[in-house]
């Protein structure tokens, strides 16, 4: 049997007052626990829909909805960090090897042209402000699917460029006083991460563009469902 538009937002209400936030975690529950209250339903004609709906949240055990929302969640991060990664590395592979190097090269002879160290490192700074007020900017822009999962896990690599910034200034700022390192040498290392960091923030754009064209399609399911 179908349950009615009515008994769907009794399962919605429900599992919102269970303390499950995100929408496109609820909606998920809310297929789960949909399948489960019709399948009783269907196999006892007497058993009312408050019934089914009591036996199926017992079925999910102890933690309720809890571990379910802890499974999403988990297997959500090992999807989107696999996708992370894959394209990351693809900067690596034959497509843009070229331009990695070449990148890598012109990022080398800058350190160079300017020779001192804390202009350099003032230029890298506002780099990194830049794309930091960047992502501040896309994560307003977006802000309506802020209470999407998909949106704040997709959106959570960009949190991460002034980490970049503080690891990069550390090494290469404390290896300059090593007499074991010439300044080429550091010149080359810094190039490196440098060249690391700027694939790291184009990747973490990447991952918030995914994550936005994601929320839409979520937000016009759940649209559908609500009308």
Do not use: C, P
Not at 78 to 95: A, H, Q, T
């Amino acid at each position: 049997m179908n349950l009615t538009k009515e008994q769907l937002a009794t399962i919605k209400a429900f599992i919102i007052k269970k303390g499950i936030n995100y929408l496109d975690v609820q909606m998920e529950i809310l297929d789960h626990v949909a399948s489960a209250v019709e399948e009783k339903m269907t196999a006892n004609n007497s058993l009312s829909f408050e019934e089914a709906l009591k036996q199926t949240h017992a079925s999910f055990g102890i933690f309720g909805f809890g571990g379910v929302e802890d499974a999403i969640v988990n297997g959500m991060s090992k999807k989107y960090n696999r996708i992370f990664w894959n394209y990351f590395l693809s900067f690596f592979g034959f497509k843009y090897i070229l331009l990695v190097f070449l990148s890598a090269f012109l990022i080398y002879e800058a350190q160079v042209l300017v020779e001192d160290y804390f202009q350099f490192l003032a230029y890298f700074l506002f780099i990194v402000i830049v794309a930091v007020a960047a992502g501040f900017v896309f994560v307003l822009k977006h802000n309506s699917y802020r209470k999407l999962l998909v949106y704040k896990r997709t959106g959570s690599y960009l949190s991460f460029f002034g980490s970049g910034f503080i690891v990069y200034n550390y090494l290469i700022g404390n290896l300059r006083y090593f007499e074991l390192i010439n300044t080429q040498q550091i010149h080359i290392l810094s190039s490196i991460m440098l060249l690391v960091f700027l694939i790291y923030i184009i990747t973490a754009f990447k991952m918030a563009f995914l994550g936005i064209k994601e929320s839409k399609l979520i937000m016009q399911k759940y649209q559908l469902l609500e009308n």
